[in-house]
């Protein structure tokens, strides 16, 4: 089958719709009736059915069910409401199930199916239909739209007055539909008295048939077809693909048919490949058997020549003719291992050659034939050899002599040269290197000589035919190996006399070169030193360095003395070269220093020295002036960074211990605060000092632990504390007098809070809150204390303050108060009754109160049902509230 381009498909079809939809817009009652049918073909699979295809459709149920039905899966539970927004959910879930299958909708979106849109209606139906119905028909390797019409043309051609060519004029005078049902059901229709100029009877008679005996619905009207100039293409399509449908079993049929027909193929197929394996297999044992005599064959060769060219046959034998061979052995194997597969995918008997002819027969007779060609092979080579042999001595005699003596051209005036008279240590070294190897190569040359000796002499033992002139150059060549070794003992002990005096000279430059590099370095650093840029921080830094400069000042007569001694051995290698007159090709070959670069550098040694003597005093001055600043800090920093911790530690004393009243503790704090604000000249002069020490870039400081912002900081938290510490004394003033709190009890709160304030940080934690409030005979449950817990610590950070401890216990005590008081007034009003009346309150209030009182309680009704009256409780719930008692 044919890929389906489905998107490229669609596109095209959008394109078609649009301008059929131009140009005969009659088409659209065509389409309303076929598409109308062929949904309710499949929806009353469903047990439903449409009537209006583009409003049916609008909440996008029937259509999730019609994609459910055709395609056999499950959509996306479907919304049920009737607003816009759910059908459009349905209607594009039902539009994304068809983009999932691979179909791309152009210009269709939910919102014009929702909206009845008629043209993007009938358009997305088409969509489906080419998609469910049309695409996967497949004939003679064609699919979709041409599949079809392939179809109908195979189907009708035998029929007279029928010629499918498309999807619309074909089929106006109906015998296209009439073939299509005698073709697979004759005893439904007597085709012969159909007549071509009768369309509406030919047309009514294959819808009415296809409808009665073939369930496809009737999709079209016979007078909409006849009266219109081309009929709608896709509304024939859609009813034709119906028949298609309908008739696929017959397709099944045929199919049938055409893998019987495969079979019978694939047994001739077979039973070929049998004949070829047989024709084949006995030509090749019959190479075989042609084959092997000749490669037994050893009957040699008197001549070289006649012995190569049968080695070129054989050659030409396994270049030539033996490769085909082979190839037609591996043929025949391939084929054999084909036909037994394709016989055991076919479930036929297993094929047995003929008699000899088995796959094992021709390994073994090809087993043979290479057995012969390797004994064949291995004569020839021998017999090669053994003619070889005379040639190879000879040549080889030849060859080694004509090395020989190549390597020995020019040796004797090589050994006679005195090159080494005017050479230097390193040269004679050289030479001698040269001469050693050159002995060590003469040794390895005794051995090619001896060969050429041997090979001399076994030429002679079998008579070689040119003896006289090999034994002739033989004699030449160890007369010159017996006058080079002479030579070569005298050129040895002339240079190892003149090694021996060189060597004197060089362990002299070897020494030297020894002491003037430490020397020299020792030089060069100094130099680095003195010159070299010193930053310190403290005295003692620069003490260090003082006196590692006057260490190094005492090393200097020693150093000087070094450098004469150096200087010597100098002058001692000149004394040597002017009395033997030794050929100095050079400088000292160990060393690049010279007695004139020493002497140079020493000299700058002693000026340098006097220099770093000055500038070590100076820098020593400035680093006293920088302690005399650190010291002069470090004296305040320590008085006021102490005096700092010991102020804040009274102010926590002072606001947690109870002596005097809280006015009397608030002038208390005043006069701390003042003391603190007049102690600032002492920060400022401190800051002084510190900018000081800044501008000399000083960075540490041992004789203190403070620094300028630890003291900054401190300030700052004190100036803070003392400040906090002031309000919250006046907060507990206001709290006081508005709560109409005591000294007493205010001294009271203070004792319990410091009591539970285990920690002494001047607040409690919940658990300290909770023990205190139970000493104090609270019965707690955890829902009152967490509800006690957000009215003291709103912000839930899980503490309490002393302020939010004072506000809580006045608190309770006021609400102890009130109730009291309302107790006592109740009795007053209600006299010996256990309620009150509204007229009481009147008699017993100024008019204003007491109308204000009856106002709120108009909502509660008194004991026995009495109306206006009010027990204790109803009157107190009246006046304060549920929470306020």
């Given at each position: 089958?044919?890929?389906?381009?489905?998107?490229?498909?669609?596109?095209?079809?959008?394109?078609?719709?649009?301008?059929?939809?131009?140009?005969?817009?009659?088409?659209?009652?065509?389409?309303?009736?076929?598409?109308?049918?062929?949904?309710?073909?499949?929806?009353?699979?469903?047990?439903?059915?449409?009537?209006?295809?583009?409003?049916?459709?609008?909440?996008?149920?029937?259509?999730?069910?019609?994609?459910?039905?055709?395609?056999?899966?499950?959509?996306?539970?479907?919304?049920?409401?009737?607003?816009?927004?759910?059908?459009?959910?349905?209607?594009?879930?039902?539009?994304?199930?068809?983009?999932?299958?691979?179909?791309?909708?152009?210009?269709?979106?939910?919102?014009?199916?929702?909206?009845?849109?008629?043209?993007?209606?009938?358009?997305?139906?088409?969509?489906?239909?080419?998609?469910?119905?049309?695409?996967?028909?497949?004939?003679?390797?064609?699919?979709?739209?041409?599949?079809?019409?392939?179809?109908?043309?195979?189907?009708?051609?035998?029929y007279?007055?029928?010629?499918?060519?498309?999807?619309?004029?074909?089929?106006?005078?109906?015998?296209?539909?009439?073939?299509?049902?005698?073709?697979?059901?004759?005893?439904?229709?007597d085709?012969?008295?159909?007549?071509?100029?009768?369309?509406?009877?030919?047309?009514?008679?294959?819808?009415?048939?296809?409808?009665?005996?073939l369930?496809?619905?009737?999709?079209?009207?016979?007078?909409?077809?006849?009266?219109?100039?081309?009929?709608?293409?896709?509304?024939?399509?859609?009813?034709?693909?119906?028949?298609?449908?309908?008739?696929?079993?017959?397709?099944?049929?045929?199919?049938?048919a055409?893998?019987?027909?495969?079979?019978?193929?694939?047994?001739?197929?077979?039973?070929?490949?049998m004949?070829?394996?047989?024709?084949?297999?006995?030509?090749?044992?019959?190479?075989?058997?042609?084959?092997?005599?000749?490669?037994?064959?050893?009957?040699?060769?008197?001549?070289?020549?006649?012995?190569?060219?049968?080695?070129?046959?054989?050659?030409?034998?396994?270049?030539?003719?033996?490769?085909?061979?082979?190839?037609?052995?591996?043929?025949?194997?391939i084929?054999?291992?084909?036909?037994?597969?394709k016989?055991?995918?076919?479930?036929?008997?297993?094929?047995?050659?003929?008699?000899g002819?088995?796959?094992?027969d021709?390994?073994?007779?090809?087993?043979?034939?290479?057995?012969?060609?390797?004994?064949?092979?291995?004569?020839?080579?021998?017999?090669?050899r053994?003619?070889?042999?005379?040639?190879?001595?000879?040549?080889?005699?030849r060859?080694?002599?004509?090395?020989?003596?190549?390597?020995?051209?020019?040796?004797?005036?090589?050994?006679?040269k005195?090159?080494?008279?005017?050479?230097?240590?390193?040269?004679?070294?050289?030479?001698?290197?040269?001469h050693?190897?050159?002995?060590?190569?003469l040794?390895?040359?005794?051995?090619?000589?001896?060969?050429?000796?041997?090979?001399?002499?076994?030429?002679?033992?079998l008579?070689?035919?040119?003896?006289?002139?090999?034994?002739?150059?033989?004699?030449?060549?160890?007369?010159?190996?017996?006058?080079?070794?002479?030579?070569?003992?005298?050129?040895?002990?002339?240079?190892?006399?003149?090694?021996?005096?060189?060597?004197?000279?060089?362990?002299?430059?070897?020494?030297?070169?020894?002491?003037?590099?430490?020397?020299?370095?020792?030089?060069?650093?100094?130099?680095?030193?003195l010159?070299?840029?010193?930053?310190?921080?403290t005295?003692?830094?620069?003490?260090?360095?003082s006196?590692?400069?006057?260490?190094?000042?005492?090393?200097?007569?020693?150093?000087?003395?070094?450098?004469l001694?150096?200087?010597?051995?100098?002058?001692?290698?000149?004394?040597?070269?002017?009395?033997?007159?030794?050929?100095?090709?050079?400088?000292?070959?160990?060393?690049?220093?010279?007695?004139?670069?020493?002497?140079?550098?020493?000299?700058?040694?002693?000026?340098?020295?006097?220099?770093?003597?000055?500038?070590?005093?100076?820098?020593?001055?400035?680093?006293?002036?920088?302690?005399?600043?650190?010291?002069?800090?470090?004296?305040?920093?320590?008085?006021?960074?102490?005096?700092?911790?010991?102020?804040?530690?009274?102010?926590?004393?002072?606001?947690?211990?109870?002596?005097?009243?809280?006015?009397?503790?608030?002038?208390?704090?005043r006069?701390?605060?003042?003391?603190?604000?007049?102690?600032?000249?002492?920060?400022?002069?401190?800051?002084?000092?510190?900018?000081?020490?800044?501008?000399?870039?000083?960075?540490?400081?041992?004789?203190?632990?403070?620094?300028?912002?630890?003291?900054?900081?401190?300030?700052?938290?004190?100036?803070?504390?003392?400040?906090?510490?002031?309000?919250?004394?006046?907060?507990?003033?206001?709290?006081?007098d508005?709560?109409?709190?005591?000294?007493?009890?205010?001294?009271e709160?203070?004792?319990?809070?410091?009591?539970?304030?285990?920690?002494?940080?001047?607040?409690?934690?919940?658990?300290?809150?909770?023990t205190?409030?139970?000493?104090?005979?609270?019965?707690?449950?955890?829902?009152?204390?967490?509800?006690?817990?957000?009215?003291?610590?709103?912000?839930?950070?899980?503490?309490?303050?002393?302020?939010?401890?004072i506000?809580?216990?006045?608190?309770?005590?006021?609400?102890?108060?009130?109730?009291?008081?309302?107790?006592?007034?109740?009795?007053?009003?209600?006299?010996?009754?256990?309620?009150?009346?509204?007229?009481?309150?009147?008699?017993?209030?100024?008019?204003?109160?007491?109308?204000?009182?009856?106002?709120?309680?108009?909502?509660?009704?008194?004991?026995?049902?009495?109306?206006?009256?009010?027990?204790?409780?109803?009157?107190?719930?009246?006046?304060?509230?549920?929470?306020?008692?």
């Open positions: 089958m044919e890929h389906y381009d489905g998107e490229n498909d669609y596109m095209h079809q959008e394109d078609d719709w649009d301008r059929d939809m131009l140009l005969d817009p009659a088409w659209e009652k065509q389409q309303r009736k076929t598409f109308t049918a062929w949904c309710n073909s499949h929806l009353r699979k469903a047990g439903t059915q449409i009537v209006n295809i583009e409003e049916d459709f609008r909440d996008g149920l029937k259509l999730m069910l019609l994609l459910e039905v055709i395609s056999g899966e499950r959509l996306a539970k479907p919304e049920r409401g009737k607003m816009r927004v759910h059908k459009i959910s349905n209607v594009n879930k039902a539009l994304n199930f068809i983009t999932s299958k691979g179909v791309k909708l152009v210009s269709i979106g939910a919102e014009e199916i929702v909206d009845g849109n008629a043209k993007m209606t009938l358009g997305m139906i088409w969509t489906i239909i080419l998609r469910f119905a049309i695409q996967d028909i497949s004939v003679e390797e064609t699919s979709a739209k041409e599949g079809l019409l392939l179809w109908c043309q195979r189907k009708t051609a035998p007279k007055n029928v010629n499918i060519q498309n999807f619309h004029i074909s089929w106006k005078d109906g015998l296209g539909f009439c073939a299509l049902i005698h073709r697979h059901r004759p005893e439904l229709i085709y012969g008295k159909l007549r071509k100029d009768d369309p509406m009877t030919n047309l009514n008679t294959a819808f009415d048939v296809a409808e009665k005996y369930d496809i619905p009737k999709m079209l009207d016979a007078e909409d077809i006849v009266g219109t100039a081309r009929p709608d293409e896709k509304a024939i399509m859609t009813y034709v693909s119906s028949f298609y449908h309908a008739f696929s079993g017959a397709q099944k049929a045929e199919t049938a055409n893998r019987i027909c495969k079979v019978l193929a694939v047994n001739q197929e077979n039973e070929q490949l004949e070829d394996y047989e024709k084949l297999a006995s030509d090749l044992l019959e190479w075989i058997r042609r084959t092997i005599p000749w490669l037994e064959n050893r009957l040699p060769e008197n001549t070289m020549q006649a012995m190569q060219q049968k080695l070129e046959d054989f050659r030409d034998y396994r270049r030539l003719h033996k490769p085909p061979k082979v190839q037609e052995k591996c043929q025949l194997e084929n054999f291992n084909t036909l037994q597969t016989l055991r995918l076919s479930n036929r008997p297993a094929f047995m050659p003929s008699e002819k088995m796959v094992s021709i390994n073994n007779a090809w087993g043979s034939l290479e057995g012969a060609e390797k004994g064949y092979e291995e004569w020839l080579l021998n017999e090669i053994r003619l070889e042999r005379l040639d190879h001595l000879a040549e080889k005699f060859q080694k002599a004509a090395i020989h003596e190549a390597w020995t051209e020019g040796k004797e005036d090589l050994l006679q005195q090159d080494y008279e005017t050479a230097s240590l390193s040269e004679i070294k050289a030479l001698l290197k040269k050693e190897a050159f002995e060590s190569d040794a390895a040359h005794q051995d090619r000589v001896e060969q050429i000796a041997a090979i001399a002499q076994e030429l002679n033992e008579d070689y035919y040119d003896s006289p002139s090999v034994n002739a150059r033989c004699q030449r060549i160890c007369d010159q190996w017996d006058a080079l070794g002479g030579m070569t003992v005298k050129r040895t002990e002339a240079l190892q006399r003149t090694e021996k005096l060189l060597e004197t000279i060089d362990q002299l430059y070897l020494e030297f070169a020894k002491r003037a590099a430490p020397f020299n370095n020792w030089m060069e650093g100094a130099m680095e030193d010159q070299d840029t010193f930053i310190v921080h005295i003692e830094e620069i003490q260090g360095l006196s590692a400069h006057e260490q190094f000042k005492a090393t200097l007569p020693e150093a000087d003395k070094e450098r001694s150096i200087l010597g051995i100098h002058n001692e290698i000149a004394k040597i070269v002017q009395t033997y007159h030794v050929n100095m090709a050079g400088n000292n070959p160990y060393t690049t220093i010279n007695p004139q670069e020493i002497n140079a550098k020493w000299d700058k040694v002693r000026q340098l020295v006097p220099q770093r003597d000055q500038a070590l005093i100076e820098e020593h001055a400035r680093q006293q002036n920088n302690e005399r600043l650190r010291r002069q800090f470090a004296t305040q920093a320590n008085v006021i960074g102490p005096w700092i911790q010991t102020k804040m530690e009274e102010i926590g004393r002072i606001s947690i211990e109870m002596h005097g009243t809280l006015e009397d503790q608030l002038t208390h704090l006069q701390y605060e003042k003391s603190i604000v007049n102690y600032k000249p002492k920060i400022d002069q401190l800051e002084g000092d510190h900018q000081l020490i800044q501008e000399a870039l000083i960075f540490d400081n041992k004789h203190t632990n403070y620094t300028m912002e630890h003291i900054r900081v401190g300030w700052e938290q004190l100036l803070t504390t003392i400040a906090r510490t002031i309000n919250e004394i006046e907060n507990q003033i206001l709290t006081r508005a709560k109409g709190i005591s000294q007493e009890q205010l001294n709160f203070r004792a319990s809070f410091n009591h539970f304030d285990r920690k002494r940080t001047g607040i409690m934690d919940a658990e300290d809150f909770k205190c409030l139970i000493s104090m005979g609270y019965n707690l449950g955890e829902n009152e204390f967490s509800r006690i817990m957000s009215t003291v610590d709103p912000n839930r950070m899980g503490i309490v303050t002393f302020q939010a401890f506000d809580f216990m006045s608190r309770e005590t006021a609400d102890t108060d009130t109730a009291d008081q309302v107790m006592a007034s109740f009795k007053v009003l209600a006299g010996d009754k256990n309620y009150i009346l509204a007229d009481e309150l009147r008699r017993e209030l100024p008019p204003d109160q007491a109308e204000y009182c009856i106002a709120r309680m108009a909502p509660y009704t008194g004991p026995d049902g009495v109306p206006g009256a009010l027990d204790y409780m109803s009157f107190s719930t009246a006046l304060y509230g549920e929470s306020d008692l």
